[in-house]
């Protein structure tokens, strides 16, 4: 799943939300708790680096401030 950092999807809480569906979805539930830890703990990049890891890069969130190949909406 490509979430666009810059669309509605790209909000902390929606890449929360699809993070424990996810895990909830393959039999991870116990990793929920440590998983929304670990993305509440630093600042929004860290959020979309946590929810990469621990889904397995089953979401990988492009266009995030500062990336370097961001597109830009000129």
């Known amino acids: 799943m490509e979430i666009d950092a810059r669309g509605p999807d790209g909000n902390a809480f929606a890449i929360i ?6 895990l909830k979805k393959a ?32 979401i990988t ?3 995030r401030p500062g990336d370097p190949d961001r597109e830009d909406d000129d």
Do not use: F
Not at 17 to 22: A, E, K, N, Q, T
């Open 17 to 22: 939300g699809y993070v424990r569906r996810l």
């Open 27 to 58: 039999d991870r539930e116990d990793e929920i708790a440590e998983a929304c830890y670990r993305m509440m703990s630093g600042d929004y990049n860290n959020l979309c680096q946590v929810a990469e890891e621990v889904t397995n890069g089953s």
């Open 61 to 63: 969130v492009v266009n």
